[in-house]
C-alpha cells in the first residue's frame, strides 16, 4: 500500500495525559499536511512541513500541540495535557510540490475522557 | 470566518438521479478547488478538482461546474448509485503564498436511495 499512513487508528487517553500521532506520507511526497477535523465538520488546517521544515501553524495550535517531521520523511504530532476539546480526528496528508494533490491518511480518532 | 460556505447540509436523491452541491468562497486569492468524498471512518479521498482558467471540469459521472465571478463552484454527480452515499467535502486553496492549505466546506451528506 503507497498510500498515507496513519498510526494508531484509534486513541483513548485520559484528560491530562500526553499522546503522540504518527504520519507517513506517500514515498517522496516532500509537504506534509496535519488537519483537525470535529464530528459533523470540515477538516481544519493545523499545520504543515516542506521537507523538514515546519513552515506554517494555525492559531487552532495551541503550544500544547507540537509537530516534527525529523528526517523529512514520518511526522509525528503530540499533544500535551490533553482536553476533551482535543477530542477529533486527526488527519495526515501529504503532497508533491506546492499546489499539488493534497492525499489524505485514514486518520486518528482522538477520545479524550 | 467561513470563508468556504457549502450547501445543502443533506441530500437525498434516488438511484439514477443527479446530486447537485454547492460552495462559495468568499477568498478571491483561492486558484484550486477540490472536492472530497468521506466514508464513515475513514479520511477524504480525492474525487475532482478544478482551478479556474476552466470553467467545467468531467471525469466520470463527476463534474464540477465553476463561476468565477460569482465565485462559486458546484459537484454534479450524475447517475447516482447507492454507492456514493458518503459526505462530499468542498474545499479550496491559494498557490500564491507557500501554505496550499486547504480550506474545507462544511460538508454535505448524500443519501442515494434505490
Known amino acids: 500500500d503507497t498510500g498515507v499512513s496513519q498510526n494508531p487508528r484509534h486513541k483513548i487517553t485520559k484528560r491530562g495525559q500526553n499522546v503522540t500521532f504518527r504520519c507517513d506520507p506517500i514515498s517522496e511526497h516532500n509537504r506534509l499536511y496535519w488537519y483537525r477535523q470535529t464530528l459533523g465538520q470540515g477538516p481544519e488546517f493545523l499545520t504543515y512541513?516542506?521537507?523538514?521544515?515546519?513552515?506554517?501553524k494555525s492559531r487552532l495550535l495551541s503550544d500544547r500541540f507540537s509537530a516534527e517531521r525529523p528526517k523529512g520523511s514520518f511526522s509525528t504530532l503530540e499533544i500535551q495535557r490533553t482536553e476533551q476539546g482535543d477530542s477529533a480526528m486527526y488527519l495526515c496528508?501529504?503532497?508533491?510540490?506546492?499546489?499539488?494533490?493534497?492525499?489524505f491518511g485514514p486518520g486518528t480518532r482522538l477520545t479524550v475522557l | 470566518q467561513q470563508q468556504v460556505k457549502q450547501s445543502p447540509q443533506s441530500l437525498i436523491v434516488q438511484k439514477g438521479g443527479i446530486s447537485i452541491i454547492n460552495c462559495a468562497y468568499e477568498?478571491?486569492?483561492?486558484?484550486?478547488f477540490p472536492w472530497y468524498q468521506q466514508f464513515p471512518g475513514k479520511g477524504p479521498a480525492l474525487l475532482i478538482a478544478?482551478?479556474?482558467?476552466?470553467s467545467e471540469k468531467k471525469e466520470g459521472r463527476f463534474t464540477i461546474s465553476f463561476n468565477k465571478s460569482a465565485k462559486q463552484f458546484s459537484l454534479h454527480i450524475m447517475d447516482s448509485q447507492p454507492g456514493d452515499s458518503a459526505t462530499y467535502f468542498c474545499a479550496a486553496s491559494s498557490n500564491t503564498g507557500t501554505a496550499s492549505k486547504l480550506t474545507f466546506g462544511t460538508g454535505t451528506r448524500l443519501q442515494v436511495t434505490l
Open positions: 512541513f516542506q521537507n523538514e521544515a515546519q513552515l506554517e
Open positions: 478544478i482551478r479556474p482558467d476552466v
Open positions: 477568498n478571491t486569492a483561492f486558484d484550486y
Open positions: 496528508a501529504s503532497s508533491l510540490v506546492q499546489g499539488s494533490e493534497q492525499f
